[in-house]
């Protein structure tokens, strides 16, 4: 059997005290959106302002110091669930604050939506109660200083493909892989292009390549991307046959980590009738079969 008996201590009027002259003008300057402390004689500001200095027993100056009204938190204690007396009816934080100018601290709520945003160190800022009586509730609470914004960033532009591209683009459209052979060192390039990099001379010869190659590097990627079927997927430098030059493209039809160097594979392409100028017309390269080439 338990015994207990509940007890309710309670002023209905409100407890009536004095404030005496320091904490009754930090308490008028608060009701006037104003935080400010009161010097020792030793030239340390304190806040919230003491009729005495902590440190030395002294009366304090009473030379009243405008602090913040910014502060920085120093230390801090989550509240997840709010109980009725809380400043805030949502999880914040109880704060020590050291406001900018002090040399004490001071503790309130700070609401930072997420105990994430939390950490010693943050910079916060007042957040004034629009009808004030000359309470520290004045201050609703303190709030992160604005750190960071997120803008919407769209713009829509049109690329027109230079002439190399956009013949490079008619093959693909055709479902053909259109190259072109420099005449002085031999060399093909897929896409086609208009000078050779290397000789620096113009490229007239247009070569038409298979749509197969071997796989000479590659990297396994685990963040999504909206051109590949799966996560993890590959994305591949391949070396079409008859070329010299590889060109970087997807890699599926098999799982991610039996893909190689030196495996053969062809290009995937989607239906004729889908088929515009554009390289999405090769979904992926996908394995051959075939046996391993040697790089």
């Not at 989550?78 to 914040?92: C, T």
Request: hydrophobic share 40%; net charge negative; aromatic share 8%.
């Amino acid at each position: 059997m338990t015994l207990e008996a509940r007890h309710v201590l309670e002023f209905p009027g409100g407890y009536t005290r004095t404030t005496g002259p320091v904490i009754g003008r930090f308490l008028t300057e608060l009701r006037d959106g104003r935080l400010v402390g009161v010097r020792t004689a030793g030239g340390r500001t304190l806040v919230p302002p003491l009729e005495y200095d902590p440190d030395t027993g002294d009366a304090v100056t009473g030379d009243f110091v405008e602090v913040g009204p910014a502060g920085t938190v120093e230390s801090w204690s989550w509240v997840h669930a709010p109980r009725p007396g809380h400043p805030l009816d949502r999880p914040f934080a109880w704060a020590l604050i050291r406001l900018d100018g002090a040399d004490t601290s001071l503790v309130h709520a700070v609401d930072a939506g997420d105990v994430k945003a939390m950490r010693p160190g943050l910079r916060v800022r007042p957040r004034w109660r629009a009808e004030r009586t000359g309470q520290i509730t004045d201050i609703e609470s303190f709030v992160p200083e604005v750190t960071k914004i997120v803008s919407p960033v769209r713009t829509e532009y049109v690329l027109k493909p230079g002439l190399a591209l956009a013949r490079f683009l008619e093959g693909v459209a055709a479902g053909v892989l259109i190259g072109c052979r420099c005449g002085s060192c031999h060399k093909v390039y897929v896409p086609y292009r208009l000078s050779c990099p290397e000789c620096g001379v113009a490229i007239t010869e247009e070569v038409e390549v298979p749509d197969t190659g071997t796989i000479t590097t590659f990297a396994i990627n685990n963040l999504p991307d909206p051109r590949a079927p799966e996560v993890p997927f590959v994305s591949a430098y391949v070396l079409l046959d008859g070329s010299d030059v590889p060109m970087i493209t997807l890699v599926a039809g098999i799982p991610a980590h039996e893909v190689r160097q030196g495996m053969r594979v062809r290009a995937v392409w989607v239906p004729e009738e889908e088929r515009t100028a554009s390289m999405t017309n090769i979904k992926w390269f996908a394995p051959t079969g075939e046996p391993d080439a040697e790089l």
